[in-house]
């Protein structure tokens, strides 16, 4: 395995940077230029590389597709939010009509937000391309034919033009798909959710997101200490603080970051990977997230240490 790409790291719904926040973040970039000599192009470049990434940069608002780049011929992606869009126009450009490619496409669950890209999915339209579809739910081709009926869309599933096949994958087993031994688990979530466990010469990536830990419940908790068991990269669901997660958001299907770092560093994981923002965060609480994840693991350290990352949309991770 190569390295993992983020299409879309948001949860719920997709979002957007709005006109009144693009604003502040110019006040204040300009603000910090005051006194400062940028009279040339590289004196400008320098300063705005340095300013914090909740002012320059954006965590993104496409909502769940990770694609994990195998270093073998053909795609594999994770979830089919509405980061699958630029992702499909990437591989639509490097490739054009007439090259036929393979998408392997694992499906977490069935919310709206892990699906509702596929119609803007270009290759989908495409005659010759083959699209794999990875899931363990029994509704997984209808529920992605459903949300192409009228009145909901005004073209049906059929006008897809590539083959398409369905493949139920059962938890705890392991499968060989893309030169990759996969492994899913069942998650806590309405309507069930599955985390996904990749292995490939050596390396291990892990997608678990839309997943509640029950703190109370070893068992569980023991699970998924043993299905992120030395991973190298480990994507998690931190759409909430833990406070936010025990108390007024608990039973709503997620998790928090304070439960990540713990299920990591018992499980010897290298680096964690925060992800789902929820959608009602800017940058800047997405950062102090971040900020807050890593000051824990520091203090909570007793093996080597975990890396903590908040994943973006755009960002890449070499493996
Ligand atoms: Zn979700
Ligand atoms: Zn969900």
């Known amino acids: 395995m190569k390295g993992v790409r983020f299409w879309g790291t948001r949860g719920s719904l997709p979002v957007s940077l709005t006109a009144p926040q693009l604003r502040e973040r110019l006040v204040a970039a300009l603000r910090g230029a005051r006194g400062r000599d940028l009279a040339s192009d590289a004196a400008l470049a320098a300063y705005v590389d ?28 994770c979830d089919l939010g509405s980061g699958v869009r630029p992702f499909g126009q990437a591989a639509f450009a490097r490739h054009g009509p007439s090259a036929p490619q393979t998408y392997h496409v694992f499906v977490s669950h069935l919310h709206w937000d892990h699906i ?13 391309n083959r699209i794999v579809v990875y899931g363990g739910h029994a509704e997984l081709e209808a ?48 309507g069930d959710s599955y985390g996904y466990r ?3 010469d050596g390396r291990t990536v892990v997608y678990t997101t839309d997943s509640e830990h029950t703190l109370g419940d070893a068992g569980a908790m023991q699970a998924f200490v043993d299905f992120f068991r030395g991973a190298d990269l480990v994507v998690f669901d931190a759409m909430y603080s833990l406070a936010d997660a025990i108390s007024v958001k608990a039973d709503w299907g997620h998790s928090s970051n ?46 080597a240490p975990l890396r903590v990352t908040a994943a973006y949309d755009g960002l890449d991770i070499a493996l």
């Not at 909740?54 to 597709?65: L, R």
């Not at 509702?116 to 010759?128: I, R």
């Open 258 to 303: 304070v439960v990540g770092v713990e299920l990591c560093q018992r499980a010897g994981a290298a680096h964690l990977v925060l992800f789902h923002h929820e959608p009602a965060s800017g940058d800047a609480q997405i950062a102090r997230l971040l900020d807050d994840t890593r000051r824990l693991e520091a203090i909570t350290r007793a093996g």
């Open 143 to 190: 529920a992605l034919r459903r949300q192409m009926e009228p009145p909901s869309f005004p073209v049906p599933f059929d006008i897809f033009k590539a083959d398409f096949a369905f493949v139920r994958l059962a938890p705890g087993v392991r499968h060989e798909v893309a030169g990759m031994t996969v492994t899913t688990l069942l998650q806590r979530h309405a």
């Open 198 to 200: 990749f292995e490939k």
């Open 116 to 128: 509702m890209g596929l119609p803007f999915f270009v290759p989908a339209y495409v005659p010759g």
């Open 50 to 77: 340095g300013l914090d990434f909740a002012v320059a940069g954006t965590f993104g608002g496409h909502t769940s597709c990770v694609e994990i780049e195998t270093g073998e011929p053909g795609y594999v992606v």
